[in-house]
């Protein structure tokens, strides 16, 4: 009977019994089949009578079991849709995060201040040869700076250029006047490396090399630059600077420049005259650093720099501790790191 077997199709709990029951009805040896086996034996009266009632029935089965199979299908599909859904409405816990260390923030600073002043960004290696770290900065072999308690020498093979760790950013002056044509305005942010450490001082520490080659650059040039350079950073009118001669290998004549300090609200900072601190060397660039670039130094001269970033950082945002910097303590970084 057609409609019991419909029935009992619907009525199947899921797909491996409707399964079950199609093999049954519509399998290699199902009743079905067997019904349109008998079809071959009829006579052809019987036959053109029996035939479409039979066939009929196959294709009521047929059709009620993929209705029932789609019907499961719907349900399983509704059924995963249902566990699967996201919730988009509900409130996110965005989790910790991250901030800009100071470092970062005061070499963003500096590059903003020297970028309104027609100052681009340069780079160097960190990994540094021995020419351009000591030589071509007129860094002479018996000088101090290259002694092994300052430097981090780089093991090389036998007859290789020596490699040290960069003491110091100035081989980017080199590295710049030998990379194209003057005039240049660069300043060069980025890590430098002496093996010395105490509160004050770390293995690896921050510097912010400035350098001009032009023509008729003198020292007014430099005073200029670096007092609209050190207003702007600590963000003063009042900020003085005071010049005393020193000496460099690659500058002649140097300065060493100190900003006045005064105490507010038991502080020392940045600004006014009560005492003095020294914030960076600088000087006019010798004409043998000029020469060794290949630049002729009767016509171009110019001034050089080198600022200590996170001496920066720590008058202007009042930390104490250098070692601080680079410890990765969380509380530290989520006190004094800056929100994005
Ligand atoms: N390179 C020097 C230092 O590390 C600083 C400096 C740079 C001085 C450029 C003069 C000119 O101490």
New binding site residues.
């Given amino acids: 009977d057609r409609d019991q077997e419909i029935a009992r199709i619907e009525g199947t709990e899921d797909m491996s019994a409707l399964e079950a029951l199609r093999v049954e009805l519509l399998g290699k040896s199902g009743s079905i089949t067997a019904l349109l086996k008998t079809l071959g034996k009829m006579n052809p009266d019987t036959r053109k009578v029996e035939g479409p009632k039979i066939h009929a029935i196959r294709e009521a089965v047929q059709d009620a079991i993929t209705a029932r199979k789609q019907a499961f299908e719907k349900a399983e599909l509704e059924a995963r849709l249902a566990t699967e859904r996201l919730d988009l409405s509900l409130p996110v816990d965005g989790g910790p995060q991250g901030s800009i260390h100071p470092v970062s923030q005061v070499m963003d600073e500096l590059a903003e201040i020297f970028a309104d002043l027609g100052f681009a960004v340069a780079e160097g290696p960190e990994v540094e040869d021995d020419w351009h770290n000591f030589s071509a900065l007129n860094i002479p072999e018996a000088h101090p700076a290259r002694a092994m308690q300052d430097t981090f020498y780089v093991e090389a093979e036998e007859g290789e250029t020596p490699l040290v760790l960069r ?4 081989p980017v002056q080199i590295r710049t006047m030998m990379s194209g044509k003057p005039p240049f305005r660069i300043i060069a942010p980025g890590r430098v490396y002496r093996s010395d450490s105490d509160a004050t001082h770390t293995p690896m520490f921050h ?1 912010v ?1 400035g350098l001009v080659i032009d023509r008729d650059i003198h020292m007014g040039h430099l005073k200029w630059t670096l007092e609209t350079f050190l207003k702007a950073f600590f963000e003063r009118d009042d900020v003085v600077l005071r010049m005393r001669p020193s000496y ?1 290998p ?2 002649e004549p ?1 300065a060493e420049v100190d900003v006045g300090w005064s105490e507010e609200k038991g502080r020392r900072v940045v600004g006014g005259s009560e005492g003095w601190m020294e914030v960076l ?3 006019m660039v010798h004409p043998r650093v000029i020469e060794a670039c290949g630049l002729d130094p009767d016509e171009w001269q110019g001034f ?3 600022c200590g970033i996170d001496r920066l950082a720590m008058l202007k945002y009042g930390m104490d501790d250098l070692r601080a910097f680079f410890d990765g303590d969380l509380r530290w970084l989520r006190h004094y790191g800056f929100r994005f």
Wanted: glycine share 18%.
């Fill in positions: 003491t110091h950013t100035s510097q090399e460099f690659f500058t140097s060397g600088s000087g050089a720099f080198g």
